[in-house]
């Protein structure tokens, strides 16, 4: 085994917030999914991380129940679930030590959100020395606001401002971002030999 699948925040937390209408894949747990079956089909190893922030009382908090994966995403037996508190997959969990001991060398990336954790995680893992494939189709994140910005505004004042980043432009930028310097970037159908439709 020397190639792992990282599952990483596909959780119950993110659909809690009011900013997941503003999803830029309300399907990614499919994608995941999709990505998990592969895996498992070619013998790779599947990790499962959640993210957690204990005693904040958000929707990060494990004491209100949804640091959770979610519907459709089950975790065999032997396959990890690691739980961070940190935005990387690494820095707070025993990741690395993980793929050593089961002599992995190449991670796949997948997960929420698309610019921060995954993103984070897989220039670590360049970093780290792994060879890193980043499926950003099976990544999704929201439209960020400008720095700026007032805090607490309704989804459709996000939307509305000219200096908000959309999905689409998060997405662009972590593709140009990683591409030939931290990860090969594909699409989910590239990776599975899934038929591409027009």
Same mark, same amino acid.
């Given at each position: 085994?020397?190639?792992?699948?990282?599952?990483?925040?596909?959780?119950?937390?993110?659909?809690?917030? !009011?900013?997941?209408?503003?999803?830029?894949?309300?399907?990614?747990? &499919?994608?995941?999914?999709?990505?998990?079956?592969?895996?498992?089909?070619? *013998?790779?190893?599947?990790?499962? +991380?959640?993210?957690? #922030?204990?005693?904040? *009382?958000?929707?990060?908090? !494990?004491?209100?129940?949804?640091?959770?994966?979610? !519907?459709?995403?089950?975790?065999?037996? *032997?396959?990890? +679930?690691?739980?961070?508190?940190?935005?990387?997959?690494? @820095?707070?969990? $025993?990741?690395?030590?993980?793929?050593?001991?089961?002599?992995?060398?190449? +991670?796949?990336?997948? &997960?929420?959100?698309?610019?921060?954790?995954?993103?984070?995680?897989?220039?670590?893992?360049?970093?780290?020395?792994?060879?890193? @494939?980043?499926?950003?189709?099976?990544?999704?994140?929201?439209?960020? #606001?400008?720095?700026?910005?007032?805090?607490?505004?309704?989804?459709?004042?996000?939307?509305?401002?000219?200096?908000?980043?959309? +999905?689409?432009?998060?997405? @662009?930028?972590?593709?140009? %971002?990683? %591409? $030939?310097?931290?990860?090969?970037?594909?699409?989910?159908?590239?990776? @599975? $030999?899934?038929?591409?439709?027009?």
């Amino acid at each position: 085994m020397s190639r792992a699948l990282l599952v990483i925040d596909v959780q119950e937390s993110f659909r809690q917030r !009011p900013s997941w209408e503003l999803i830029s894949d309300p399907d990614v747990a &499919g994608k995941a999914a999709r990505l998990v079956d592969h895996a498992r089909a070619k *013998g790779d190893l599947v990790v499962w +991380v959640l993210h957690s #922030e204990p005693g904040t *009382g958000t929707v990060f908090d !494990p004491e209100l129940g949804y640091v959770r994966l979610q !519907p459709g995403l089950d975790p065999r037996p *032997g396959e990890p +679930v690691l739980t961070k508190t940190s935005h990387n997959a690494f @820095t707070t969990t $025993g990741l690395q030590q993980l793929l050593t001991e089961r002599g992995v060398r190449e +991670v796949v990336v997948s &997960g929420i959100r698309t610019e921060q954790c995954c993103e984070t995680t897989a220039r670590l893992a360049s970093d780290l020395g792994y060879r890193v @494939t980043f499926v950003i189709d099976a990544t999704a994140t929201n439209p960020i #606001e400008h720095p700026e910005a007032p805090a607490g505004r309704s989804n459709a004042e996000i939307l509305a401002d000219p200096r908000t980043l959309s +999905v689409e432009d998060v997405l @662009t930028r972590t593709e140009y %971002a990683l %591409a $030939g310097r931290f990860a090969t970037v594909v699409r989910v159908d590239e990776l @599975t $030999g899934a038929p591409v439709t027009a």
